[in-house]
């Protein structure tokens, strides 16, 4: 990990002119107004991926302003020649089998992804250096912030490296095999929630389906 901030230009796809400089200011400005809902943070972003001859993979990383991610999504969804072109923000996606063989997937709110069926997600928010564990933690948080549930950091896996179009991000994939059924996961689910409804905050997810992993359940 690289924590050393790019220059502003780096990474911009020779994007960077006038037009972005205004709309990066423009958005660093709204998030330090007081009550605004947007934090401008340091998350990771993908500089290369070394498989070595002893097999070991090694991830590099470095550092962004979230500002600056933003700015440069925003860009690119304009610009029809860059429909395939990654921003290189990375977040995790983290998929969790129940113990009865289920997926599960929340129903999201808001503007990024809205209105679709996605496994607990997150941005790589971070101070300094990060540690050898990062993704593995994060993976616990967001699970237990979006199901309500607490995994072991020796329930997750890496499952792999991906990135596509719908988010312009690269995305480390974790999985974990939780000792939890659907029907609890559910419960969790439901209370915490209800724990944040109490309190007047949004919910991420309005509901969870769970989807069945064997395929002949899958076709049927």
């Known amino acids: 990990h690289n924590p050393i901030l790019g220059s502003l230009g780096e990474g911009c796809y020779g994007l960077y002119d006038e037009r972005m400089k205004a709309d990066l200011e423009e958005r660093i400005s709204n998030f330090s107004k007081p009550g605004s809902q947007q934090f401008d943070g340091t998350i990771l972003r993908f500089e290369s991926l070394e498989i070595r001859e002893d097999k070991k993979r090694i991830l590099r990383l470095g550092d962004m302003k979230y500002s600056t991610y933003q700015s440069l999504k925003s860009r690119l969804n304009s610009e029809p020649d ?120 949004n919910l991420e997810h309005l509901h969870l389906i769970h989807v069945p992993t064997d395929l002949t359940s899958i076709t049927s």
């Open 82 to 201: 860059h429909q395939h072109t990654l921003t290189q923000a990375v977040n995790i996606i983290a998929f969790v089998e129940t113990a009865d063989g289920n997926l599960v997937l929340g129903h999201r709110t808001g503007a990024h992804m809205g209105n679709k069926y996605l496994p607990p997600a997150g941005f790589s928010d971070h101070k300094g250096p990060i540690a050898p564990a990062f993704f593995t933690d994060l993976s616990v948080l967001e699970v237990k912030e979006e199901l309500g549930i607490r995994l072991s950091n020796s329930q997750i896996m890496y499952a792999g490296l991906s990135a596509g179009d719908d988010s312009r991000n690269t995305t480390v994939i974790t999985y974990a095999r939780s000792t939890f059924s659907s029907e609890e996961i559910e419960e969790h689910f439901q209370k915490l929630n209800n724990g944040l409804l109490a309190k007047g905050k």
